[in-house]
């Protein structure tokens, strides 16, 4: 057989080909320098789940609301004497109907007639005039809270400090058209004033500016302490009739400000009053507010949260198992092995949990971890 000679500067060529060809055969048959080319197959993410849970949220109207300027509230004597009591001191914190000090008359403490120069006329028809309107604006006052007391929209004790207000300023009318009737009818200068008064808190609030001292005379319509109710502002949100068998002076109240990124502070129902001239019973809610950091401002529209103190069942997940993707809440279940994502609708968060509002399958179990490392499909196994 005849030998093809292969010239000599073909060899080192046919040399390298060999090589190449024998090194690709023990690659595909022997897995030799296989490393940097073979991907190792991956497990599946180990993850931790939970139940959809039954917890108790607490059930709030939520009403809009506005912030109110709020006025700090005058206490002035009704009569002139002098100031045999004063049950407060600069500071103090008192409530309403509390009573605040009590003006007796020099004349009926001495039980005699004193010669004094005559009060005029025209100072004792103002006095009257003056008492006449606070007793027509306490008998308006009264008048809404009986109609509110009667349907449950205050506790008993509110109407009852009205009802001490009215009787103080009935009194201290009567006080005022008798010493009017007196200077009218005795021109010499033998007078009577008046017997006493009691002033009580119209509302609840700290005392301040007391200008009030036993023993000090005063004179009708003089400024003898400020009521501050602890705040310049409020927040008024209107009822409706059915809202009073839930919200009653007392109730817990959270504010929430600028729902982009909400804030909250926390009040608490302190009066309501009906609405007069409408066609359905309606009602004015006055929340109180410690405006501490400064958040609220006067016309400034607000969400209230009127906390009725009952609560119902709902469904919820750990906060931690929900995501949010596109401005849509997501979590994962753990099916078959797998995660699955699913879109879902929240609630209100309460505590670590969030409520869920649309409808999961029974008996899901919620991947509550490694979410931001997993893809819908991935393989998962459960502890």
Do not use: C, W
Not at 1 to 8: F, G, L, R, Y
Not at 96 to 120: D, K, M, N, R
Not at 121 to 135: D, H, I, K, L, T
């Amino acid at each position: 057989m005849n030998k093809i000679p292969v010239p000599a500067k073909y060899i080192p060529t046919l040399v390298i080909t060999v090589v190449l060809i024998a090194g690709l055969l023990l690659v595909r048959f022997f897995g030799l320098f296989s490393v940097g080319h073979v991907v190792p197959q991956q497990g599946p993410t180990a993850v931790t789940t939970a139940p959809v849970s039954i917890i108790n949220k607490e059930v709030a109207i939520i009403l809009p609301g506005t912030v109110q300027s709020r006025q700090a509230v005058i206490i002035s004597a009704e009569i002139s004497g002098h100031l045999s009591e004063v049950n407060v001191t600069e500071g103090q914190q008192v409530q309403a109907g509390q009573l605040l000090a009590h003006i007796e008359g020099s004349a009926a403490s001495a039980g005699i007639e004193t010669a004094v120069t005559p009060i005029p006329a025209s100072q004792n028809e103002g006095s009257r005039q003056q008492a006449q309107a606070n007793y027509d604006n306490i008998a308006k006052e009264y008048d809404r809270y009986q109609k509110l007391y009667q349907v449950g929209g205050i506790a008993r004790r509110q109407f009852e400090d009205v009802s001490a207000r009215l009787q103080a300023a009935r009194e201290a009318l009567s006080s005022a058209q008798e010493n009017t009737a007196s200077s009218s009818s005795n021109s010499s200068s033998s007078t009577r004033l008046p017997g006493s008064a009691n002033l009580t808190a119209p509302i609840s609030g700290k005392v301040t500016g007391l200008a009030a001292a036993n023993g000090k005379t005063v004179q009708t319509g003089q400024q003898l302490m400020v009521l501050d109710t602890g705040g310049d502002v409020r927040v008024v949100v209107h009822l409706e009739q059915k809202d009073l068998y839930r919200v009653s002076s007392g109730t817990l109240a959270e504010i929430v400000v600028n729902d982009s990124a909400p804030q909250s502070l926390t009040g608490q129902v302190e009066a309501i009053y009906p609405v007069v001239g409408t066609d359905t019973p309606s009602f004015l809610a006055h929340i109180r507010v410690e405006n501490t950091n400064g958040l609220l401002k006067a016309e400034l529209p607000v969400q209230v949260h009127l906390k009725t103190g009952n609560s119902v069942p709902v469904r919820a997940v750990p906060l931690a198992a929900v995501f949010q993707d596109q401005g849509l809440n997501y979590l994962y279940l753990a099916i078959d092995g797998q995660a699955v994502r699913q879109q879902v609708d929240v609630g209100a968060t309460i505590n670590d949990f969030v409520e869920i509002t649309s409808n999961l399958p029974e008996q899901a179990r919620i991947i509550t971890s490694g979410i931001n490392n997993l893809k819908d499909g991935d393989a998962v196994a459960l502890p």
